[in-house]
T-cell receptor, first 113, second 111 residues
Framework: DTGVSQNPRHKITKRGQNVTFRCDPI?????LYWYRQTLGQGPEFLTY????????KSRLLSDRFSAERPKGSFSTLEIQRTEQGDSAMYLC???????????FGSGTRLTVV | TQLLEQSPQFLSIQEGENLTVYCNSS?????LQWYRQEPGEGPVLLVT?????EVKKLKRLTFQFGDARKDSSLHITAAQPGDTGLYLC???????????FGDGTTLTVKP
């Protein structure tokens, strides 16, 4: 297992466009998390899955954001009608039970111009 | 309102010096993690502490969980330039879905 994989590493998009990011977690991990991080801040929780079920979604996540984890394997995070404020590093992580720490991917750096 | 407060926000020291960074909260956590993050990369897990008063050592790094499980500290002995990075703490609750992160301490170790 090569750890948590995120694609793409970098994405530049024009305001108003839709973008989709992919995360492939460690195969034995049933929990998958999405966080967002901006410069000078710690990771901010967006949503998490246990297997294929989306169990929690941050109130900070607007209706333009949606995440899926079909079949409890990889996950996608879609942002519709991107805004400049969406520019950030989007981090995916996986875990066995959530209290034992996370394994993070390298992140997707989104720049909205 | 920041659930986890980390201090100092920035720390710049010379190689060979010792340092301590802190993670404080008013909440009781079932476990607390420390991560180290380099620019452009995701955080890397260093340690998980779960028992009040627990001390864990990882080479030159010593982690302590407060007796009340509300705070933690990270002490680095004889810092090296390779220790440079953003140190994040994160708290987790039993049966809760997510961990909550502090904003980190940015450490720079100068050769």
């Amino acid at each position: 297992d090569t750890g948590v994989s995120q694609n793409p590493r970098h994405k530049i998009t024009k305001r108003g466009q839709n973008v989709t990011f992919r995360c492939d977690p460690i195969s034995e991990h049933n929990r998958l998390y999405w966080y967002r991080q901006t410069l000078g801040q710690g990771p901010e929780f967006l949503t998490y899955f246990q297997n294929e079920a989306q169990l929690e979604k941050s109130r900070l996540l607007s209706d333009r954001f949606s995440a899926e984890r079909p079949k409890g394997s990889f996950s996608t995070l879609e942002i519709q009608r991107t805004e400049q404020g969406d520019s950030a590093m989007y981090l995916c992580a996986s875990s066995l039970d959530g209290t034992d720490g996370y394994t993070f991917g390298s992140g997707t750096r989104l720049t909205v111009v | 309102t920041q659930l986890l407060e980390q201090s100092p926000q920035f720390l710049s020291i010379q190689e060979g010096e010792n340092l301590t960074v802190y993670c404080n909260s008013s909440s009781v956590f079932s476990s607390l993690q420390w991560y180290r993050q380099e620019p452009g990369e995701g955080p890397v897990l260093l340690v998980t502490v779960v028992t009040g008063g627990e001390v864990k050592k990882l080479k030159r790094l010593t982690f302590q969980f407060g007796d009340a499980r509300k705070d933690s500290s990270l002490h680095i002995t004889a810092a090296q330039p390779g220790d440079t990075g953003l140190y994040l703490c994160a708290g987790a609750y039993t049966n809760a879905g997510k961990s909550t992160f502090g904003d980190g301490t940015t450490l720079t170790v100068k050769p």
